[in-house]
T-cell receptor, first 113, second 112 residues
Framework: EPEVTQTPSHQVTQMGQEVILRCVPISNHLYFYWYRQILGQKVEFLVS????????KSEIFDDQFSVERPDGSNFTLKIRSTKLEDSAMYFC???????????FGPGTRLTVT | QKEVEQNSGPLSVPEGAIASLNCTYS??????FFWYRQYSGKSPELIMF????GDKEDGRFTAQLNKASQYVSLLIRDSQPSDSATYLCAVNIPQAGTALIFGKGTTLSVSS
């Protein structure tokens, strides 16, 4: 069964450093998402991406964040200058169409020290 | 205001019982409703989705939607210890485009 994959599973970085989180969505899916979950809190939407552009973003997704689909399979989230409060699990998700069920990857645990 | 509300629990049921999990949402225009299961330290796993009023059954799981009351529920029949997890209600709200808005989740504990 097709799955969303994410790398790395755990990333440790120092405050102020740039990180890139990578995702491979399910191959026939057209909508891609990033969510985050701070420890003990709810899953929060960051950004959605369709047809090679951002379709929606939340207030969390400020100028420090960017997304890219550099090739036909990868979908990346870049955080330019990490802060301590960026420490969280970051989940990539994809769906075949907007409003349809979204399938989540295993997540990347980002720890900012 | 975009909100999805769930009781945090824990909800404790004995093995073999029916577990009932509830969720309310604030946006009357919401169209799509999802239940995810999340084990500790893991990612959300989709277990049910429902788009129309009424019941939808899949194995031991039944999702119930009442748009007039802005209420969606998940019933788990013949609960097993492996069902012990946090259950997340997620709603697609038109104002948020295709994004899912999640509740905080209800922790279910099934004792053997």
């Amino acid at each position: 069964e097709p799955e969303v994959t994410q790398t790395p599973s755990h990333q440790v970085t120092q405050m102020g450093q740039e990180v890139i989180l990578r995702c491979v969505p399910i191959s026939n899916h057209l909508y891609f998402y990033w969510y985050r979950q701070i420890l003990g809190q709810k899953v929060e939407f960051l950004v959605s991406f369709y047809n090679n552009e951002i379709s929606e973003k939340s207030e969390i997704f400020d100028d420090q964040f960017s997304v890219e689909r550099p090739d036909g399979s990868n979908f990346t989230l870049k955080i330019r200058s990490t802060k301590l409060e960026d420490s969280a699990m970051y989940f990539c998700a994809s769906s075949v169409r907007g409003g349809a069920e979204q399938y989540f990857g295993p997540g990347t645990r980002l720890t900012v020290t | 205001q975009k909100e999805v509300e769930q009781n945090s629990g824990p909800l404790s049921v004995p093995e073999g019982a029916i577990a009932s999990l509830n969720c309310t949402y604030s946006d009357r225009g919401s169209q799509s409703f999802f239940w995810y299961r999340q084990y500790s330290g893991k990612s959300p796993e989709l277990i049910m989705f429902i788009y129309s009023n009424g019941d939808k059954e899949d194995g031991r799981f039944t999702a119930q939607l009442n748009k007039a009351s802005q209420y969606v529920s998940l019933l788990i029949r013949d609960s097993q210890p492996s069902d012990s997890a946090t259950y997340l209600c997620a709603v697609n709200i038109p104002q948020a485009g295709t994004a899912l808005i999640f509740g905080k989740g209800t922790t279910l504990s099934v004792s053997s």
